[in-house]
């Protein structure tokens, strides 16, 4: 946003700028130009004069004299011809057969002046030509005509336009840099929200925000901190509640579960199916606990990465599909389930090597659990591009795509596995680890059956 509103003020200060010193240049150019052309005017005049002169005497020595004295002194040759064109005086080369100076002769001889029009540039090179007619009134005594070198009128429009652009060069410089103190003046506080936003998108506790800028963004700031300090407060004591609720449980859960032990040895034969009943409930229940525990943990570390670097640590992903594979084949053989491995030599991806066992760890267990004695769960890490995955694949009777659409959903769980022991928090915290890093959790029918999860993850190296 900076770069945008810093090149819209830019453009509005060159404009104005360029509006200036265009006119200003042309105006210059214009004023050297006339300045020129009323010199060699009463220059003109001056020769008619004397020619209007010689012509009522006889006596042209004057004007002779003079004509020569102007050529040597600037160089500028001229001619003087009476009415019937016969040179008078020629100087510098010029003559009056040329056909340029015989029209502008003939012109003079009408009673028509002849001077240049249009203005001079730095570039103008060369010379003008000026004709003006001898005598008084409507009586014509002769013709001058003059070729005056335009270089120094040239060297003089050069200096003063020199002299606006470096002007004009340092007006654009200051209005750069006011424009850079007006837009970081603007966008600085805007920025510092957006900072401020992030984190409290990330359910983190937003830095305090300065109020400064326009008085809009005063404003705006300082209703900010106000509606964050309030947001910052609910998510936190929602945090704790889960947290210090799971926590606090765990104590009674504990001293139940030993109760609870105690009682085996004192129950009649007719209260197995019921002291049965209540043990797994105490183990499902403990499950769950340890479960919203690890799915807090994982919410608010994801809330973390999403305001730092997500690619600031790596593992190497094949090493930890061989390590859990070892773990969990005799659970796997345990249940009658066939779970094999396959790993590409180097997969890095860019998370901690706990936080992928984690993840490993829910994918197995779901695909073992859930895809019945005699199936085949295949654990697959490789590479995709920029991407390492890590792919569970099982050949049970899988999800249907309604089902795979609700998955990820806490505490959701098919209706189809209602007898098997789960919380349904497993695969929304592979979700929450996996979006923390960049990556994400893909879930698809497998073929013939089955169903396929894939971790996505960007290699350790993606930058």
């Not at 946003?1 to 003020?9: F, S």
């Not at 005017?41 to 209007?52: G, H, I, K, T, V």
């Not at 270089?151 to 020199?162: G, K, V």
């Not at 059956?449 to 930058?463: D, E, I």
């Amino acid at each position: 946003m900076r770069t945008r509103v810093q090149a819209v003020l830019l453009m509005f200060g060159v404009l104005a700028v360029a509006a200036f010193a265009v006119p200003l240049l042309l105006f210059t150019a214009s004023d050297r130009t006339q300045q020129l052309v009323l010199a060699r005017s009463s220059d003109l005049d001056r020769f008619a004069s004397l020619m209007d002169q010689a012509a009522r005497t006889g006596d042209t020595s004057a004007l002779t004299a003079e004509a020569r004295r102007y050529t040597q002194l600037y160089g500028e040759p001229l001619v003087v011809t009476d009415t019937r064109r016969r040179p008078v005086v020629q100087t510098g080369g010029m003559r009056a057969s040329d056909a340029e100076v015989a029209r502008l002769i003939d012109a003079a001889l009408r009673n028509q002046t002849a001077h240049p029009t249009g203005s001079l540039h730095p570039w103008s090179r060369g010379s003008r030509m000026f004709a003006e007619p001898a005598g008084t009134g409507t009586q014509v005594s002769g013709a001058v005509v003059l070729r005056a070198s335009v270089r120094t009128a040239a060297d003089d429009i050069t200096w003063r336009w020199s002299a606006v652009l470096a002007g004009t060069a340092l007006v654009a410089l200051a209005c750069t840099v006011l424009a850079r103190a007006a837009t970081r003046w603007v966008v600085s506080p805007l920025r510092r929200l957006d900072r401020a936003v992030g984190r409290l998108a990330a359910g983190l506790p937003p830095d305090h925000t300065r109020a400064g800028g326009p008085p809009e963004l005063r404003q705006l700031a300082t209703g900010f901190n106000r509606m964050a300090g309030a947001v910052t407060a609910a998510l936190e004591q929602q945090r704790r509640l889960v947290a210090d609720t799971s926590h606090q449980m765990r104590n009674p859960m504990a001293a139940l579960r030993l109760r609870v032990d105690a009682l085996s040895g004192h129950l009649p034969a007719s209260a197995d199916r019921t002291y049965q009943g209540v043990t797994t409930e105490l183990e499902r229940l403990e499950t769950l606990l340890d479960d919203m525990l690890t799915l807090a943990t994982a919410e608010h570390r994801a809330g973390e990465l999403t305001v730092t670097d997500p690619l600031d640590a790596h593992c190497d992903a094949a090493e930890v599909a061989l390590t859990q594979h070892r773990l969990w084949e005799p659970v796997a053989r345990r249940a009658g389930v066939e779970l094999t491995v396959a790993a590409d030599p180097s997969a890095p991806a860019a998370c901690t090597d706990r936080e992928l066992a984690q993840i490993t760890d829910v994918l197995v267990d779901n695909a073992i659990k859930y895809a019945g004695p005699g199936a085949h769960v295949e654990l697959r890490c490789t590479t995709e591009g920029p991407h390492t995955v890590l792919t569970v694949t099982d050949d049970g009777p899988g999800l249907t795509p309604d089902e795979i659409q609700q998955a990820t959903t806490r505490f959701w769980r098919s209706t189809r596995q209602n007898g098997t022991s789960g919380t349904g928090l497993g695969l929304a915290i592979a979700e929450q680890l996996l979006a923390g890093r960049g990556g994400r959790l893909e879930l698809t029918p497998a073929h013939p059956q089955g169903l396929k999860a894939r971790a996505v993850l960007p290699s350790g190296g993606a930058r």
